[in-house]
């Protein structure tokens, strides 16, 4: 029986027409998507070469990521959703293939839904040391016990921090250096939760157990301390409401502009 999967199919033309137009690169394009039948399997190529200079052994990571990817098939739904995100709001994403071999963004929040599952499965050793891995790798450090939705962008990534007890909904756009992060040393919940369509513009930071709900615009360089109604926009450090954005989802816009 044929699957439909549009995301793969349009991967897999794009890999081939890029190893035609730089033959130089066509091994480099055969080993990392034309090789494989599924996204998935690709998927779990990509990311287990990110672990190459590590002390455990390439193909154990990679048994272990398909062992979330086939346990947990909503990873894969996610994983596309991510895909679609990245594609319709990155101006610098020309391809569907980009995010997956390319954009540190992609590839750390996909090492993050694997770390996560591990950690839901009481695997926490293996899910730390992800963890770890990932921030070393790629300045992206996000726990694992963190929970993240669907269709995230995370843009350039560099510097991200996403706290043990965050909830991020679905539809958000976060660019590089944005802390998700508690305040203060209590332990339990202490984190931000971040609502559906929400754009986290550069180097905001968000502090506590609060909320920001959907529709939020933060602008760049921003310190939000105080819970967020829904569809404003603030700014400043602290920050304050300056405006509401003019669109139903800022992040699906990336229009950083403060009204």
Known sequence: MNIVDPIWDFIKSEAQQLASEEPILADFFQSSVLQYNSLEAAVGHVLAETFANSSINGEDIRAVIAEALEHDPQIGASIRRDIEAAFHRDAACQYY???????????????????????????YSFALFLQNNISERFAVDIHPAAQLGDGIMIDHATGLVIGETAIVGNDVSILHSVTLGGSGCQKGDRHPKIGNGVLLAAGAKVLGNITVGDGVKVGAGSLVLESVPDHVTVAGVPANIVGTPAEDNPALEMDQYIE
């Open 97 to 123: 293939l980009m995010p997956l071999i390319y954009f540190k963004g992609f590839q750390a929040l996909q090492l993050y839904r694997v770390s996560h599952w591990l950690w839901n499965n009481q695997r």
